[in-house]
């Protein structure tokens, strides 16, 4: 079988880049409301039955490994408030092709399902934490929490989930005092923390236009408050982060510039929306409708007819400024960020 799928030409979009990798999000909703990401009163939710079912879910990605998707990462919203997430995990583990599932979460209800979805087949888990403060927490995200996502992150580790990467978004006058605090986790774990420069979304302009950090910065501010770092080829995959370590250290830095740098020559992604639309760039606003074709019976050719010829629609790269929203950008949360 997997013979097979190999003989069959792989996608590659028309910049010559092959696409293994698809970015699922399984709900828009979420537990936080993280100021740079979504309103304090939620957004108006993906009615019940526009949210693709699970079967949908594994349609979908069956099309995509047919032609060459390798990874699958579920995100959200945040995906684990998605009943029975462990179910989806192990219909995903054995649709032929797929051979790595990960997870990105704020790492709230990590704790209570971590068995279950590993026992399930998910073999990686970045973990999304701004701060190690829990006043500062319930102010950037707007709940409670911190203690359970350090539980979180403790009950992956203990599963066997190495590495870990934590990602933070670093806010100038916020948590940019914490970069060297973070940085010191990776000495003797093996984590792995990212720090993503803020990006322009929604209502968060002015936010993002006082706040924003650049990732040049951040590594000059780490150097200073915790030593020298040095450049490491990072975990496998092709991320868009770039990578750092203290000399021996256990884990490493990572750096995510979507503003000051880009990564898009490398860009192997793309990201199904919680209510079926393949999205070909997080920042570009071309988007495809799936889930019509699956609602009327389009088989696993004909939506990975339909993948291929969404590659042309893929754009080359992004463009995001200081202060301005991409335009037709939707929250993170409905897409999958
Ligand atoms: N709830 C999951 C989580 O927390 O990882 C998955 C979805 S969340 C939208 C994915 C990532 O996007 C998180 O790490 C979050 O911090 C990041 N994010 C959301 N809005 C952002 C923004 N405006 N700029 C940079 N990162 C953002």
């Not at 997997?2 to 996608?11: A, G, K, T, W």
Request: include cysteine.
């Amino acid at each position: 079988m997997i013979d097979l799928i190999e003989r069959v030409v792989p996608l590659a979009d028309q910049f010559s880049r092959a696409i293994t990798y698809l970015r699922v999000s399984v709900t828009d909703r979420c537990n936080l409301r993280c100021v740079y990401c979504m309103p304090e009163a939620g957004l108006p939710w993906i009615p019940k039955a526009g949210i693709l079912a699970f079967e949908e879910i594994e349609a979908v990605i069956a099309a995509a490994a047919s032609i060459g998707v390798r990874s699958i990462r579920l995100t959200g919203g945040e995906p684990l408030v998605r009943r029975d997430l462990p179910q989806l995990v192990e219909r995903i583990a054995r649709i032929p092709g797929i051979d790595d599932i990960a997870l990105s979460t704020n790492g709230l209800l990590l704790a209570d399902q971590i068995s279950d979805l590993a026992a399930a087949g998910l073999r990686r888990v970045n973990i999304s934490l701004d701060t190690l403060r829990a006043d500062r927490f319930a102010a950037i995200a707007r709940r409670p929490g911190l203690e359970r996502v350090l539980a979180g992150i403790d009950t992956a580790l203990a599963a066997g989930l190495a590495p870990i990467k934590l990602n933070c978004v670093v806010m100038r006058g916020q948590n940019d005092d914490e970069l060297g605090a973070f940085a010191e986790l990776t000495r003797d774990r093996p984590i792995f923390v990212r720090f993503i420069e803020m990006m322009p979304v929604l209502d968060n302009v002015e936010l993002q236009r006082d706040a924003y950090v650049s990732a040049g910065e951040m590594l000059e501010r780490i150097a200073v408050d915790a030593g020298a770092l040095v450049p490491i080829v990072g975990p496998g995959g092709n991320g868009p982060a770039r990578y750092y370590a203290f000399p021996g250290a256990a884990g490493a830095v990572g750096v995510i510039s979507p503003l000051s740098h880009d990564y898009c020559e490398t860009c192997n992604r793309v990201r199904l929306s919680a209510d079926g639309r393949l999205r070909l760039c997080l920042f570009g606003d071309n988007e495809i409708d799936l889930r019509t074709p699956l609602r009327e019976g389009a088989s696993r050719d004909d939506l990975a007819a339909i993948f291929r010829g969404s590659m042309y629609v893929k754009p080359e790269r992004h463009h995001l400024d200081l202060g301005k929203p991409a335009s037709a950008m939707r929250a993170l949360s409905e897409i999958g960020g």
